[in-house]
């Protein structure tokens, strides 16, 4: 069985922060920002605004644009490492959907190379579990975790979602040619979010011998990054990556007609494209509206990118997602 993309969509949250503004928060000016990064403004989550929400918002598009209704989704994978119930969300998402023939749905984490992960899940379940129509959605909400006093890492982020819906098709419609994956838990020291342990009382156990009570942590601190690490991880890796997945697909970068990479700082897009010999005007970024928004950035880059002509019909994308774990990998498919 083959797979591809039939559908796409997107949603991001009304709440806009520019660089000025983010200039009274820290020490910092749209000057620095926007040099290093090409980041402007971000989305930010606000008030009662749910993760969950956007998610909803952006597969429910995806789906119009298929012309595929709900029910006959039969698998919602959410990617996120924001979820709203640390045991996942994409029941909840399944349910608000009003997939009512209950389809399979679970949470991928993986940070930013979460979607990129996802589509490959989506094609395995596709060609070896007999799914029909699997909803991947890249959703996360990384302001949440971000340390808003450290001007290192805060200008980074923003909030979004994303989706695509992924079909089974005949083998020779197949839109998804190959994958290329990695992880290395050595680099997690680089960037991460950890568990925080709580200094407590010894208390006596029945059995007369010392335990902590209460047995489990219960709060992550903020997204900690040793930002050069994490370039220097990017602009070695994800070239090598993209490279290994257009020979498995048997072209080369100058005849596909976009690269996507996930959208972590033009620097990093702009290193990664000259090292392909991709020419600027092939190359999709809306960094500068939202920043980096992890699992979101690659379904909300196309989203955009197919919406307005961009990408058409039978258009070949190379795509990459990298970031914490760490971990990274690529993509060649067809739109
Ligand atoms: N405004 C002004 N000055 C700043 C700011 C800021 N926002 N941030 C740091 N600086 C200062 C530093 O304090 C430092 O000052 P010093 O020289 O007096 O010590 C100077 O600027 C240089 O700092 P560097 O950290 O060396 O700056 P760099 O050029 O490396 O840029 C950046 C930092 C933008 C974070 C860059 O390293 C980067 O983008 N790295 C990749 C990060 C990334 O993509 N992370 C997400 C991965 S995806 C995921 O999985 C979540």
């Not at 939202?290 to 989203?303: F, M």
Request: net charge negative; glycine share 10%; hydrophobic share 40%.
């Amino acid at each position: 069985r083959g797979c591809k993309l039939v559908g796409c969509g997107s949603a991001t949250p009304s709440l806009q922060v520019s660089n000025d503004d983010l200039a009274k928060l820290v020490d910092t000016s749209d000057e620095w920002i926007s040099v290093r990064t090409g980041i402007r403004n971000r989305r930010v989550l606000s008030g009662k605004d749910s993760l969950t929400g956007l998610a909803v918002e952006a597969a429910r598009k995806a789906l119009q644009m298929a012309k595929v209704e709900p029910d006959d989704v039969d698998l919602v994978l959410m990617c996120t490492s924001s979820a709203e119930d640390l045991f996942g969300g994409a029941p909840q998402i399944q349910k608000e959907l009003g997939c009512k023939k209950n389809p399979l749905a679970y949470d991928i984490t993986a940070a930013c190379s979460g979607f990129l992960l996802g589509l490959l899940s989506a094609a395995c379940h596709i060609r070896g579990g007999g799914f029909q129509n699997v909803l991947v959605i890249g959703a996360d909400a990384l302001s949440r975790y971000v340390d808003w006093t450290d001007r290192g890492s805060c200008i980074l982020f923003g909030d979004a979602a994303g989706a695509v819906l992924v079909q089974a098709c005949k083998i020779e419609e197949d839109g998804l040619f190959s994958f290329d994956v990695h992880s290395d838990g050595d680099g997690q020291r680089y960037l991460n979010a950890s568990i925080k342990l709580k200094e407590t009382d010894d208390v006596l156990g029945t059995n007369g011998s010392a335990i902590n009570f209460p047995p489990h942590p219960s709060s992550f601190s903020c997204i900690q990054m040793n930002g050069k690490e994490v370039f220097r991880f990017a602009v070695r890796c994800v070239p090598q990556s993209i490279e290994s997945a257009l020979e498995k697909a048997g072209l080369t970068g100058s005849s596909i007609d976009w690269l996507l990479l996930h959208q972590a700082n033009q620097r990093i897009i702009d290193a990664v494209a000259t090292r392909l010999e991709v020419p600027p005007e092939r190359v999709i970024s809306n960094l500068a509206n939202y920043g980096n928004t992890s699992a979101a950035s690659i379904p909300l880059a196309l989203d955009e990118a197919v919406r307005c002509g961009k990408v058409k019909s039978g258009h070949t994308i190379a795509t990459a997602g990298f970031g914490a774990g760490l971990t990274w990998g690529s993509a060649i498919v067809r739109w």
